[in-house]
């Protein structure tokens, strides 16, 4: 079986949302970004069509939660295997690195800080801000987290990183070089869904109305862009809420739906993610055409797979998974928690100390 993400018109309301689906491997075919013909799917399956669809939303919201279903013993040794533990392999990592210009990239929650039910107490440690301002000492570094950019900074408060919230699209960074800059300091770079900013605020306030009525649920905006966070929400009103967020999205073409963990995110249909953030920052940075650069990618949702894609495409650097259990993924190596993510940075600076100290 194989995990297929596919880009699908809900049955009711049309809005294009994408579903993990498990399929078998001689059932594949190439989607080539097309939405998948789903009228002509629930005519197939007749009664049991709106069955089907209420099973594969639910199977979708269920794996947004890692933890819900134990792997195999044998597939999590052979996904092991194909992506090694980061820490395990740091040796192999220096070596790929050396000579070159590493640039790294963090997501926030689930790397640098764990996920916890409320998403407005997901604070970074001390010790975590500790080791990312030591990284960003020796690398250009940045954050790039679907949350609102100035939130994230909240979070962070360090103010020699860029920053990309909204999923890349609003990006700022440090004014001169990678010294400690104020805040108000820091240079807008990139916002490719200004334009946007009126619908999502009225989409904003229509969805807070709208899911009110069901418990556990809260709806963030992280200015460019949504999150209706179903975390603490009974796994029996999760495909009411779906239908409430599609209910009022559905006349806002301008906007698609795709799923986190535990969290639907509402966008701009713009063409722009986390890895067309990360090509616009090595490219702001001047490394688009360099052959001497080495990016380094953390991150553990969905999202993060657009940056570890990148990555690949260019064949520079790698991507780091942060998960304890076998995901389909675009990254290399992997990591266990944001106490991992923490060692690995540790390393790095450690790596990158060593030779200074040698001449």
Request: net charge positive.
């Amino acid at each position: 079986m194989t995990n297929q993400k596919m880009v699908i018109p809900d049955a009711k309301s049309g809005i294009p949302i994408a579903f993990p689906v498990a399929m078998p491997d001689s059932a594949l075919f190439p989607l080539n970004g097309n939405r998948f013909p789903l009228k002509k799917l629930l005519k197939k399956l007749g009664p049991n069509a709106n069955g089907a669809r209420i099973n594969a939303l639910l199977d979708s919201m269920r794996a947004s939660s890692p933890t819900r279903r134990p792997s195999d013993p044998e597939d999590h040794a052979s996904w092991n295997f194909h992506h090694p533990s980061a820490l395990m392999m740091f040796e192999e990592i220096e070596a790929a690195a050396m000579g070159k210009q590493i640039v790294v990239f963090l997501d926030y929650d689930g790397t640098l800080s764990p996920i916890v039910e409320d998403p407005d107490r997901a604070f970074i440690t001390s010790e975590m801000r500790e080791a990312v301002r030591d990284v960003a000492k020796l690398f250009p570094s940045a954050i790039v987290s679907g949350r609102c950019r100035a939130k994230v900074y909240d979070f962070v408060q360090l103010s020699e990183l860029y920053y990309a919230g909204s999923h890349g699209m609003d990006i700022k960074g440090p004014s001169k070089g990678h010294k400690s800059q104020k805040r108000g300091n820091q240079t807008v770079l990139c916002q490719p869904a200004r334009a946007f900013l009126p619908i999502i605020d009225e989409v904003y306030k229509a969805l807070i109305e709208q899911v009110k009525h069901i418990p556990g649920a809260k709806v963030e905006n992280n200015k460019f862009c949504l999150s209706v966070h179903y975390r603490c929400v009974e796994e029996k009103k999760w495909v009411e809420l779906a239908d409430q967020v599609k209910l009022v999205i559905k006349d806002y073409s301008q906007l698609r739906v795709t799923h986190g963990r535990k969290v639907f995110e509402i966008r701009p249909t713009i063409k722009w993610d986390k890895g067309n953030a990360v090509e616009f920052l090595l490219e702001s940075l001047g490394f688009d055409e360099s052959s001497d650069v080495f990016p380094i990618y953390i991150g553990d949702d969905r999202t993060d797979e657009d940056g570890f894609r990148v990555l690949r495409e260019r064949d520079q650097g790698l991507g780091i998974l942060v998960s304890k259990g076998p995901k389909e993924t675009n990254a290399s190596y992997t990591l266990q928690e944001p106490m991992e993510v923490m060692q690995f940075l540790r390393r790095l600076v450690e790596w990158k100390k060593v030779p200074l100290f040698r001449h």
